[in-house]
C-alpha cells in the first residue's frame, strides 16, 4: 500500500477523526474491523437463543414482556452490527455463511446452557454487564459506523443489565430456595463472563494492533478488571457470593486481585466443544434455511416494485 496513503490514514486516526465507509483504509484494517463487527453480530444473534429457551416459561406476564423486548433488541443489535459490517464490503450471505460453516466465532457465554430462570437475571446482570463495559469505549472506536451503531446499543443494553439485576434482587430476597438458584446462576456464570473480554492482553493476537488502529480503546485485561471492581460489589449487595477464593481488595491497585481463568476452557468453547454449542448452530441454521421463503419474497416483491417504477 502506498506509505503516503498509510501515513495519512494513521495521522486521521491518531487526531480521533472517523474514519468512514468511502475513506480510504488499509486492507488489513477493514479485514478486522469486518472480523470483529460480524463476530459481534453472530453473538448478539446466537445470543437471543439461550434467552428465547425462557419466553415461554418467565415466571409472569411482566417478565415475560420484559424478556420479549429484550430478545428482540438483541436481534435489532445483529441486525445494526450486519450493516455496519457490511460497509467494508461483505455481503450478508457471506457472514452468515461464515457463521454456519464454523469459519466465524461468536462469544463463548451463549455455548453456556439457560438451566434456570435465575440464569435470566444473572445474564442479564452480568453479560450484559460485561457487553456494557466492552461496548461504551466502542463507541469511539475509529470506525464511524461500528461507532455510531454502539450509541444506540448502549442505551439497549443498560436496560437489558438493569432488568437482570432486578431479577436477581427479587430471587436474593426470597425465599431460601429462590436465594439458592440465585448462588447456583452466580457461580455457573461468574467465569464464562470474564471470558467474554477475550483472552490475556499478553496472549491477544489482535489487541496491539486494534489498539494502534482505536478499534480498541482499552485493552481486554484493562476492561475485564473494570468489571471486576464494579460487580463485586453488586454481588455483595445481594448477599451472594463470588465464586472466587482468590478474590480479595488490593488497596494497592484500588481494585480486586482475582483467581487464574481457566483458558483451557476458553479455548475449548471457543473451538465449539461449548456444552450446546452444536444446538446454537443447529437452529441458527435451521432458522435460517426456514427463513429463505420470506427473504426470497421480499426479493421479489421489491423486484415487482422496481419495475412497476421503472415503468
Ligand atoms: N468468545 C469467542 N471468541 C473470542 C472471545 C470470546 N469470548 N474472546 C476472544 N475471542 C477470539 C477473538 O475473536 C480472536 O479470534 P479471531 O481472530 O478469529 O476473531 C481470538 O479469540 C483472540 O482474541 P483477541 O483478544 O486477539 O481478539 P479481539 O481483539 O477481537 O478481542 C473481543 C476480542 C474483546 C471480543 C473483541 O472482538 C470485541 O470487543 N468485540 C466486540 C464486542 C463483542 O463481540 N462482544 C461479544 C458479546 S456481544 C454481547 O454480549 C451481546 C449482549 O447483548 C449480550
Same mark, same amino acid.
Given at each position: 500500500?502506498?506509505?503516503?496513503?498509510?501515513?495519512?490514514?494513521? @495521522?486521521?486516526?491518531?487526531? %480521533?477523526?472517523?474514519?468512514?465507509? $468511502?475513506?480510504?483504509?488499509?486492507? @488489513?484494517? *477493514?479485514? !478486522?474491523?469486518?472480523?470483529?463487527?460480524?463476530?459481534?453480530?453472530?453473538?448478539?444473534?446466537?445470543?437471543?437463543?439461550?434467552?428465547?429457551?425462557?419466553?415461554?416459561?418467565?415466571?409472569?406476564?411482566? *417478565?415475560?414482556?420484559?424478556?420479549?423486548?429484550?430478545?428482540? %433488541?438483541?436481534?435489532?443489535?445483529?441486525?445494526?452490527?450486519?450493516?455496519?459490517?457490511?460497509?467494508?464490503?461483505?455481503? *450478508?450471505?457471506?457472514?452468515?455463511?461464515?457463521?454456519?460453516?464454523? &469459519?466465524? $466465532?461468536?462469544?463463548?457465554?451463549?455455548?453456556?446452557? !439457560?438451566?434456570?430462570?435465575?440464569?435470566? /437475571?444473572?445474564?442479564?446482570?452480568?453479560? %450484559?454487564?460485561?457487553?456494557?463495559?466492552?461496548?461504551?469505549?466502542?463507541?469511539? !472506536?475509529?470506525?464511524?459506523?461500528?461507532?455510531?451503531?454502539?450509541? *444506540?446499543?448502549?442505551?439497549?443494553?443498560?436496560?437489558?443489565?438493569?432488568?437482570?439485576?432486578?431479577?436477581?434482587?427479587?430471587?436474593?430476597?426470597?425465599?431460601?430456595?429462590?436465594?439458592?438458584?440465585?448462588?447456583?446462576?452466580?457461580?455457573?456464570?461468574?467465569?464464562?463472563?470474564?471470558?467474554?473480554?477475550?483472552?490475556?492482553?499478553?496472549?491477544?493476537?489482535?489487541?496491539? =494492533?486494534?489498539?494502534?488502529?482505536?478499534?480498541?480503546?482499552?485493552?481486554?485485561?484493562?476492561?475485564?478488571?473494570?468489571?471486576?471492581?464494579?460487580?463485586?460489589? =453488586?454481588?455483595?449487595?445481594? /448477599?451472594?457470593?463470588?465464586?472466587?477464593?482468590?478474590?480479595?481488595?488490593?488497596?494497592? &491497585?484500588?481494585?480486586?486481585?482475582?483467581?487464574?481463568?481457566?483458558?483451557?476452557?476458553?479455548?475449548?468453547?471457543?473451538?465449539?466443544?461449548?456444552?450446546?454449542?452444536?444446538?446454537?448452530? $443447529?437452529?441458527?441454521?435451521?432458522?435460517?434455511?426456514?427463513?429463505?421463503?420470506?427473504?426470497?419474497?421480499? %426479493?421479489?416483491?421489491?423486484? $415487482?416494485?422496481?419495475?412497476?417504477?421503472?415503468?
Amino acid at each position: 500500500e502506498d506509505p503516503k496513503l498509510v501515513e495519512a490514514f494513521e @495521522a486521521r486516526v491518531a487526531a %480521533d477523526e472517523f474514519i468512514e465507509p $468511502k475513506d480510504w483504509m488499509p486492507e @488489513a484494517y *477493514r479485514r !478486522t474491523l469486518t472480523r470483529q463487527i460480524s463476530q459481534h453480530a453472530h453473538s448478539e444473534i446466537v445470543g437471543m437463543l439461550p434467552e428465547g429457551n425462557w419466553i415461554g416459561r418467565a415466571p409472569s406476564l411482566r *417478565r415475560k414482556a420484559i424478556l420479549l423486548a429484550k430478545v428482540q %433488541d438483541e436481534g435489532g443489535h445483529g441486525l445494526y452490527l450486519y450493516c455496519a459490517a457490511e460497509t467494508l464490503g461483505t455481503s *450478508r450471505e457471506e457472514m452468515v455463511e461464515a457463521l454456519h460453516s464454523g &469459519k466465524a $466465532k461468536y462469544s463463548t457465554i451463549f455455548n453456556y446452557p !439457560t438451566l434456570t430462570w435465575a440464569d435470566i /437475571g444473572a445474564i442479564g446482570w452480568l453479560v %450484559d454487564g460485561a457487553a456494557i463495559m466492552n461496548q461504551v469505549p466502542l463507541q469511539r !472506536t475509529s470506525y464511524g459506523p461500528y461507532a455510531r451503531a454502539m450509541v *444506540r446499543v448502549c442505551k439497549e443494553e443498560s436496560f437489558h443489565q438493569r432488568q437482570g439485576y432486578e431479577i436477581m434482587i427479587a430471587l436474593a430476597n426470597g425465599t431460601a430456595e429462590q436465594k439458592r438458584m440465585a448462588q447456583d446462576a452466580l457461580n455457573r456464570w461468574w467465569w464464562p463472563s470474564l471470558m467474554m473480554f477475550g483472552p490475556p492482553d499478553d496472549n491477544s493476537p489482535n489487541t496491539a =494492533q486494534s489498539m494502534r488502529w482505536r478499534i480498541k480503546r482499552e485493552t481486554n485485561d484493562e476492561l475485564r478488571q473494570k468489571f471486576v471492581d464494579i460487580s463485586v460489589p =453488586q454481588a455483595e449487595f445481594l /448477599g451472594l457470593t463470588v465464586p472466587d477464593p482468590d478474590l480479595k481488595w488490593n488497596a494497592d &491497585k484500588d481494585g480486586y486481585d482475582f483467581g487464574a481463568i481457566d483458558w483451557d476452557e476458553f479455548y475449548a468453547v471457543v473451538k465449539g466443544e461449548g456444552p450446546v454449542a452444536k444446538e446454537r448452530m $443447529k437452529a441458527r441454521i435451521d432458522a435460517w434455511e426456514d427463513g429463505a421463503w420470506v427473504r426470497e419474497a421480499a %426479493d421479489a416483491y421489491e423486484a $415487482k416494485r422496481q419495475a412497476r417504477k421503472a415503468a
